[in-house]
């Protein structure tokens, strides 16, 4: 399984980014995919996740309400959706895959797989 995001950059408080995360490898029914953050000297946090065979998503509640996560089954991607974006949304994201679809979809040690992370900068 490989995972690759992309989409990160630098925008203005209030704008709006697309991640993408491609996955290749396989297919990735049962899976959960989730979407991680990681600022410099603290641990890496939970976003967002879904499950990739029935579409239900979680989101921390830092960024409920303006962030969206889905998939596409047909091009294999995971996608967040994030607006209304805040200056402490400000980090590296990581996109990863849980194979054993996991309960415990916040916590990053339940995942098996990960992207090589794109940085989201948010201007005040």
């Known amino acids: 399984v490989q995972l690759q995001a992309s989409g990160g950059g630098l925008v203005q408080a209030g704008g709006s980014l697309r991640l993408s995360c491609a996955a290749s490898?396989?297919?990735?029914?049962?899976?959960?995919m989730g979407w991680f953050r990681q600022v410099p000297g603290k641990e890496r946090e939970f976003v967002s996740a879904?499950?990739?065979?029935?579409?239900?998503?979680y989101y921390a509640d830092s960024v409920k309400g303006r962030f969206t996560i889905s998939r596409d089954n047909a091009s294999k991607t995971v996608y967040l959706q994030m607006n209304s974006l805040k200056h402490e949304d400000t980090a590296v994201y990581y996109c990863?895959?849980?194979?054993?679809?996991?309960?415990?979809?916040?916590?990053?040690?339940?995942?098996?797989?990960w992207g090589q992370g794109t940085e989201v900068t948010v201007s005040s």
């Open positions: 879904i499950w990739w065979s029935s579409g239900i998503a």
């Open positions: 490898g396989r297919t990735f029914s049962g899976y959960v």
């Open positions: 990863a895959a849980d194979a054993s679809g996991s309960r415990w979809y916040y916590d990053s040690n339940e995942y098996d797989y």
